[in-house]
């Protein structure tokens, strides 16, 4: 089965401090994708990649940076984390195909005080 | 913007029983249904998608699709205890990009 790695899995941070969320895909798939939730949310997408050193906006990508260095990794960064950036991401890669199943990784849980 | 609606928020069914979902896009785009499930504290897994007009069985799982209304039903025949989880419906128009409903939370009491 696909291989999607986040780290950490969970993670405490300050308002205003600066917070990066890794993911590490073992898949070969050219796209990859940053999803957050929240209760009564569902999965909305931030930011997306179908290639190295390059990221596109999701759904709602403020407050939020990503950065794909290499087919394998792809970040997400908060610069300045806020209280309304608690929330569950997940990580997520697929083919590059249209209408191809998105493998997700185990989500990373932060909380920000 | 694409939304995905589904219902109910969250359904309780007795073991054995039927459960049924609904989801509906308000995209006349959208090409693709898919059906995630995610139990506490996991990722989302896919369970099915569709594309086509009509049902497609899996062993207790059948969807259906009505492209027409753009909406599509997951239905659980035989419900068991370790199907309870948040489904997830979600919607595809550009091929790579999933668009994700709220979710319906199934429990199905034992």
């Known amino acids: 089965e696909a291989a999607v790695t986040q780290s950490p899995r969970s993670k405490v941070a300050v308002t205003g401090g600066k917070v990066t969320l890794s993911c590490h895909q073992t898949?070969?798939?050219?796209?990859m994708y940053w999803y957050r939730q929240d209760t009564g949310h569902g999965l909305r997408l931030i930011h997306y990649?179908?290639?190295?050193?390059?990221?596109e906006k999701g759904d709602i990508p403020d407050g939020y940076k990503a950065s794909r260095p290499s087919q394998e990794n792809f970040s997400l960064i908060l610069e300045l984390a806020s209280l309304s950036q608690t929330a569950v991401y997940f990580c997520?890669?697929?083919?590059?195909?249209?209408?191809?199943?998105?493998?997700f990784g185990k989500g990373t849980r932060l909380t920000v005080v | 913007q694409q939304k995905v609606q589904q219902s109910p928020e969250s359904l309780i069914v007795p073991e054995g029983g039927m459960a049924s979902l609904n989801c509906t896009s308000s995209?006349?785009?959208?090409?693709y249904f898919w059906w995630y499930r995610q139990h506490s504290g996991k990722s989302p897994k896919m369970l099915m998608?569709?594309?086509?007009?009509g049902e497609k069985e899996e062993g207790r799982f059948t969807v259906h699709l009505n492209k027409a209304s753009l909406h599509t039903s997951l239905h659980i025949r035989d419900s068991q205890p370790s199907d309870s989880a948040l489904y997830l419906c979600?919607?595809?128009?550009?091929?790579?990009?999933?668009?994700f409903g709220t979710g319906t939370s199934l429990l199905v009491d034992p």
């Open positions: 990649s179908y290639v190295a050193d390059s990221t």
């Open positions: 898949n070969n798939h050219d796209y």
């Open positions: 995209d006349r785009n959208v090409d």
């Open positions: 997520a890669s697929s083919e590059d195909r249209s209408n191809t199943e998105v493998f």
């Open positions: 998608s569709i594309f086509s007009n």
């Open positions: 979600a919607a595809s128009n550009m091929g790579y990009k999933l668009t």
